[in-house]
């Protein structure tokens, strides 16, 4: 198997707040290949956005405190001076958004932005070859009729042509690795689809290695290869597509998939529900984040389990829960 | 006799130019000519993309924006058109729960005055009459006596969205328009409001309007779906019908877009 390009160990995000230290990212760890689709999944507070954007540099506040270690080809990218990060925005890593809107500057043309995008990392480009460039990315996402829209400004771009234009900005430098941030949250289904549908593409075509963030164990089921699940800071579970979903490992994945709404299934007279709510990351319950909302909590929860192959046939395979294998097995 | 009867029911929204702004040059047609009923105790889900009309639909059932034209009989009577002051005493038999818990309700509040308040609007001026109303509905909605007191923003998204329903509910109202009452929840705090709103309708033999873009969600609450495109409806019928065989082509394309959270189904039919 080729080295992993992202290797992510030990990573811990905090933030100094009034009410004190919030710990938003305790200890996530896990590895990405190129050509592979890394989906990490979790509801709000999980830490999963806080940890996309701390790999890049970007969640750096200054009461933050950053630990652990985020290799991207055997480079350490934690710590880096900032002249080496911007090398790697962009060039090698590039990030899409929920909100495409945000994402642009209102006041200039798609096209000219992105060439701007080119331009910044390759000082020798003329204009007329950022924008000739501009025009091709614009035709690989599928944005009809690319050399009169690059001249458009986003506002005249709908939501799913303008999350289109932003993946278009984000591969302009040819990156190895992206990472999507709820990149369909806030579109409507059938423009989602075609979203997902054009990421599995570059995926498949260009071997980009992608870290999905999602919340949707839908879009998850389309286009990862593999899945981690946060909770409260911390993965939970990790393993194979096919393993999460057939065989899933932690309570809190069981409750998630559980109250998941199934169009393709006859429907339930009620939906499965996880009682409770995620808990606040001040106040942390000791051990086991989940054990509160836990049905199957017992003595052993108040430590923290940690994140191990439980099952001696899948070694990929990671969770922390102190279940034994086979009582999980009954319990599900 | 439907609890609510919606006929032809048109939302234009005039494109004015001009300096005086009087010439009219075009029309944005919101709703245009939509038609449903709801039988008490009923469900009806309308399910619709962004833009597709269907939050203006609501709106303009409750009277909150005036429609252009057509009908909106509500037990019977006609309420389309009517003025602010002779709608009043039916608002309380028709309330509203919003997408956005946090966002619609007053931060500078604490829970029991936001849904105490439409009791004192309304008249109720025992303070001891309102307190125990207000206590028994919080409960009901499934807050603690600790919640009572506490601000929206010390509220998680999915107690704000039960504050909500309670204000809703205090009145005692008929019919309830839900609009996108879940999308702005996590997954696992979705399945608890939507199975209130269930426990609720069973309870107090509420009659639902629901708004949503998730037909998911929709084929879940709604006994009936109506699909909306372009302010109008392509097509309606019984919720489990419109989903497992989809007449129109547009309801067709929305049910194929919606992505199945099981690798295999979404692997076959890729390749399919």
Same mark, same amino acid.
């Given at each position: 198997m080729s080295a992993p390009l992202l290797e992510v160990s030990g990573l811990r995000v905090a933030f100094a707040t009034e009410a004190g230290l919030l710990q938003a990212v305790d200890g996530v760890g896990f590895e990405l290949r190129a050509g592979e689709v890394l989906a990490i999944v979790g509801e709000s507070g999980s830490g999963k956005s806080v940890t996309a954007q701390t790999l890049l540099g970007l969640g750096r506040s200054p009461g933050a405190r950053i630990e652990g270690s985020v290799r991207l080809g055997g480079e350490e990218l934690l710590g880096a001076p900032e002249e080496t990060l911007r090398r790697v925005r962009g060039e090698r890593v590039a990030m899409v958004f929920q909100n495409p809107m945000t994402s642009f500057?209102?006041?200039?043309?798609?096209?000219?932005?992105? %060439?701007?995008?080119?331009r910044a990392h390759r000082p020798g480009t003329s204009k007329a070859a950022g924008r000739a460039r501009a025009v091709e990315l614009f035709e690989a996402v599928g944005i009809p009729d690319p050399e009169r829209r690059v001249d458009a400004y986003?506002?005249?771009?709908?939501?799913?042509?303008?999350?289109?234009?932003?993946? %278009?900005?984000?591969? %302009? /430098?040819?990156?190895?690795?992206?990472?999507?941030?709820?990149?369909?949250?806030?579109?409507?289904?059938?423009?989602?689809?075609?979203?997902?549908?054009?990421l599995a593409r570059l995926n498949r075509e260009r071997g980009l290695a992608t870290l999905l963030i999602t919340h949707d164990f839908g879009v998850v089921a389309e286009v990862a290869d593999r899945v981690a699940v946060m909770y409260a800071g911390r993965v939970v579970e990790e393993g194979t597509l096919d393993q999460v979903f057939y065989e899933p490992q932690h309570p809190y994945t069981w409750g998630l998939l559980g109250s998941t709404i199934r169009l393709d299934r006859e429907r339930p007279r009620r939906l499965a529900q996880i009682s409770g709510a995620p808990p606040s990351l001040l106040a942390l319950p000791e051990g086991c984040a989940f054990r509160p909302r836990c049905p199957h909590a017992f003595g052993e929860c108040p430590q923290v389990p940690e994140l191990r192959a439980r099952l001696t046939d899948s070694p990929?395979?990671?969770?922390?829960?102190?279940?034994?294998?086979?009582?999980?097995?009954?319990?599900? | 006799m439907s609890l609510l009867e919606v006929t032809d029911l048109v939302k234009h929204y005039p494109v004015r130019r001009g300096i005086l702004r009087d010439r009219e040059v075009d029309r944005v047609r919101a709703v245009d000519g939509v038609s449903f009923e709801i039988p008490r105790g009923g469900?009806?889900?309308?399910?619709?993309?962004?833009?597709?009309?269907?939050?203006?639909?609501?709106?303009?059932?409750?009277? /909150?924006?005036?429609?252009?034209s057509g009908s909106v009989r509500f037990e019977g009577a006609e309420i389309a058109g009517l003025s602010r002051r002779r709608m009043r005493p039916l608002r309380r038999r028709m309330q509203m729960v919003f997408q956005s818990p946090q966002a619609s309700l007053n931060p500078r509040k604490p829970v029991d005055r936001i849904v105490g308040d439409p009791l004192r609007?309304?008249?109720?001026?025992?303070g001891a009459e309102r307190r125990r109303r207000v206590e028994a509905m919080l409960e009901r909605v499934g807050l603690d006596a600790e919640h009572r007191r506490r601000y929206p923003h010390e509220l998680s998204g999915g107690q704000c969205q039960r504050v909500g329903i309670a204000r809703a509910l205090v009145l005692e109202p008929q019919l309830v328009v839900a609009d996108e009452p879940v999308s %702005?929840?996590?997954?696992?705090?979705q399945a608890q409001?939507?199975?209130?709103?269930?426990?609720l309708q069973d309870e107090l033999g509420l009659t639902y309007l629901f708004v949503a873009h998730d037909i998911g969600v929709v084929r879940h609450v709604a006994d009936r779906i109506a699909v909306m495109k372009d302010g109008r409806i392509v097509e309606q019928g019984d919720a489990d019908q419109i989903c497992d065989r989809p007449a129109h082509e547009y309801t067709q394309q929305l049910i194929a877009a919606v992505p199945i959270p099981d690798p295999r189904e979404s692997r076959a039919r890729r390749r399919s």
């Open positions: 500057n209102p006041v200039y043309r798609l096209g000219s932005q992105v %060439a701007e995008a080119i986003p506002h005249e771009f709908s939501g799913g042509m303008r999350q289109r234009a932003m993946i %278009a900005m984000a591969l %302009a /430098l040819e990156p190895e690795l992206l990472i999507a941030d709820e990149p369909t949250t806030a579109l409507d289904v059938t423009v989602q689809a075609q979203i997902l549908d054009l990929g395979h990671r969770d922390r829960c102190w279940l034994a294998p086979e009582r999980k097995r009954e319990l599900r | 469900t009806l889900g309308l399910v619709g993309e962004s833009g597709s009309g269907k939050s203006t639909a609501c709106r303009a059932v409750l009277q /909150l924006e005036k429609p252009t609007r309304l008249g109720v001026s025992s %702005a929840l996590d997954v696992s705090i409001i939507v199975n209130l709103l269930d426990d």
